[in-house]
């Protein structure tokens, strides 16, 4: 079990799966590298804040020498209020995944060179998320996969791949804006049941089957995309 500060004065190399436990927080301060030596995970059932700086970024990686994709497994999020803040996430097996993460901010991370079939983000019954300024490159079929969605914020994400480019069902008051999807997969945007949302100034490319899908959905605003 971890809990408490690590500090970027130190390479925090992950021999076992750990886990943050529930009721507990694991500050981690900008600038601070994790590197797992194995097919671990790190699992936050309390609270994670690994709130970065645009100058120090918050790594999560293999510690291998020379890292591959797979190499370690993932980053796991069983709580809500977590901030994840210009954090680098690569070589893992999946993408940060987890259920019942509401209140979450995933803020400039940048996800990818994990294994061929991970997804970028993957979380369930999770709402009053903030996705802003997302780089994630995967293969997998998910880049941001987010259900029970309510009243989040999707902006400025760049999202690259070939699955769906976001998934959110029962999203309703949901803001989703100046996203750039690139993706040859089912959606670029699948969200039904997204009652009074606003889409705006996207951009989707790479020839997805539907650009924009949001069944039904009432008073659904949708201007000035692409």
């Known amino acids: 079990e971890v809990f408490g500060n690590w500090t970027s004065n130190y390479i925090y190399y992950i021999t076992s799966t750990i886990t943050v436990p529930e009721g507990d927080t694991l500050t981690i301060e900008a600038g601070t590298k994790i590197k797992f030596l194995d097919y671990f995970s790190f699992m936050v059932d309390g609270t994670l804040i690994a709130d970065g700086t645009s100058e120090n970024h918050i790594t999560f990686t293999s510690g291998f020498p020379i890292p591959d994709d797979g190499d370690w497994a993932s980053l796991v999020l069983n709580s809500g209020g977590n901030v994840l803040r210009y954090v680098d996430y690569s070589y893992a097996n999946d993408g940060i995944n987890g259920v019942n993460a509401s209140g979450s901010v995933f803020d400039h991370c940048s996800i990818s060179n994990l294994s061929l079939e991970a997804r970028g983000i993957y979380l369930t019954n999770s709402s009053d ?29 760049v999202l690259t791949g070939s699955g769906r480019g976001i998934y959110a069902n029962n999203a309703a008051g949901s803001t989703i804006t100046n996203n750039e999807i690139n993706t040859s997969g089912s959606d670029g945007f699948e969200m039904d049941y997204c009652h009074n949302c606003l889409f705006d100034s996207n951009t989707v490319m790479g020839r997805p089957s539907i650009g924009i899908e949001a069944r039904y959905s009432d008073s659904l605003t949708v201007t000035n995309n692409n």
């Open 129 to 157: 998320m903030t996705f802003t300024n997302n780089d994630i490159t995967v293969l997998g079929d998910e880049l941001i996969y987010c259900s029970e969605a309510a009243n989040s914020t999707f902006s400025g994400n």
